[in-house]
């Protein structure tokens, strides 16, 4: 399955080789309009811009970071012919806001069950490997956005953007995202987990930063569905007791839950059953707590190993702030419902580009989507949908062939298990400003 085909699939729908060539085909009319409908946002008027190419033109806001939506939409051809060889910016904007935030949420969800399920990643005891964890991204600093979403604020009070807090989860194999949630910066991170605990797959395993430390959330992800796991380190000073040892540095503790987390989630008991394994990793012991408490099944000595692929998702945020957006971090959208859609946008952009690169490493056994360098593939898969609206149908399998002809180009090095430099240790910001020497030398 073809990046061109990927989404037809999804609607039982394969698109006609005699019309390729555009960059709709990717994304076909047909799947679209059914997220359209789902989503509430279905019209029957047609304009010059219609929902359907409005789809891409959010998504192409990602893609091509360097370019006005507007010129996007020209040269991509996105709207119907018309008596003016281009749109006007502000059609873009009215075709955004008929558009909404939902549709193009429908899409993402839409899409990722289907790429997830047909790309058959590796598991590990028979679970699918998930990461969960935040990240903040800046909007512009307009009215609008500035009393929806909360300011960045350092030592001595100076303000900065707009913020939205968001939390992924993500397949750590592939890189590809499986669901999202965000809101504005000061919402904590693991009221935004409780979003992402239905849309996660059963048979799978998923690994947390010790900041996502909630009984209540935790308990819920491991009760709801099947065999929904977690891993997490232990947070320094947990108070717990000793059950019973399942092997040297393997035991299974009893956790007592609080008050207040009881009265939150009504469904926690008082205790908690997890495991505890320890570990010496380069003379530092590491403590690590999960779901998975049948020793037979899940050996203890990988377990430990598997939280370094935690990093992964660390991996996918840098991949979209700095080689998708090419580092500008300030997001586009002046209105909060636009920020909203844009943020649907990039991550959708994403996972497009990370399919296809699912699709390049199955072209070559024993490879996988995270051996290989986004940056580079990114700038290959993008290059090769530019040309879908600039050449013949018929070169578009050839550009395709081509593209999984050079993925061995696009492999990364092995990664090292030592660090080429020591970790630099950031300075304590100060509670006062610093008085500079030429300050001191006049008074």
Request: hydrophobic share 40%; glycine share 6%; proline share 5%.
């Amino acid at each position: 399955m073809q990046l061109t085909t990927a989404l037809a699939l999804a609607n039982g729908y394969a698109p006609n080789t005699e019309q390729l060539g555009q960059l709709s085909d990717i994304l076909c009319p047909d799947f679209i309009s059914q997220c359209l409908e789902t989503s509430g946002v279905a019209t029957i008027r047609k304009r010059r811009l219609p929902l359907e190419q409005a789809v891409w033109a959010v998504i192409a806001m990602a893609m091509y970071r360097q370019e006005p939506v507007w010129s996007i939409v020209g040269k991509a051809q996105l709207m119907l012919p018309g008596k003016k060889p281009l749109v006007a910016p502000s059609a873009v904007v009215q075709a955004r806001q008929r558009l909404g935030v939902d549709a193009v949420k429908e899409i993402f969800s839409q899409s990722q069950r289907v790429w997830n399920q047909g790309a058959q990643h590796p598991d590990w005891c028979g679970l699918k490997l998930l990461g969960v964890d935040g990240v903040v991204w800046r909007a512009p600093d307009t009215p609008d956005n500035q009393q929806t979403f909360t300011y960045s604020k350092n030592q001595h009070g100076d303000v900065g953007y707009p913020q939205v807090r968001m939390v992924c989860q993500m397949e750590l194999t592939s890189h590809m995202l499986v669901a999202s949630a965000f809101d504005d910066a000061k919402t904590n991170e693991m009221k935004l987990a409780e979003q992402l605990i239905d849309s996660t797959p059963d048979n799978s395993l998923t690994l947390f930063d010790r900041g996502f430390y909630s009984l209540g959330l935790l308990n819920r992800w491991h009760q709801t569905g099947e065999a929904r796991h977690w891993l997490m380190p232990m947070k320094k000073g947990t108070q717990f007791d000793v059950i019973t040892k399942l092997g040297r540095q393997d035991k299974l503790i009893r956790l007592t839950t609080t008050a207040p987390s009881r009265k939150q989630f009504n469904e926690l008991p008082e205790y908690i059953d997890v495991r505890l394994l320890t570990k010496t990793v380069k003379g530092k012991e590491v403590n690590i707590l999960t779901s998975m408490t049948d020793p037979l099944r899940f050996p203890s000595a990988e377990i430990v190993d598997l939280y370094s692929h935690r990093w992964e998702i660390e991996l996918g945020y840098r991949e979209m702030k700095q080689s998708l957006l090419n580092s500008e971090f300030t997001l586009r959208s002046k209105k909060p419902e636009m920020v909203r859609q844009e943020l649907w946008g990039i991550l959708l952009s994403y996972n497009i580009i990370r399919y296809q690169m699912v699709k390049m490493a199955q072209s070559k056994p024993g490879l996988y989507a995270s051996q290989l360098s986004f940056t580079t593939c990114a700038v290959a898969i993008i290059h090769v949908i530019y040309g879908f609206w600039l050449e013949a149908a018929g070169t578009i399998p050839k550009r395709i062939d081509s593209l999984l002809a050079e993925t061995e180009q696009h492999v990364l090095p092995i990664r090292g298990d030592s660090r080429a430099y020591p970790r630099c240790v950031r300075a304590k910001p100060r509670k006062y400003p610093v008085k500079r020497k030429c300050q001191s030398a006049l008074n």
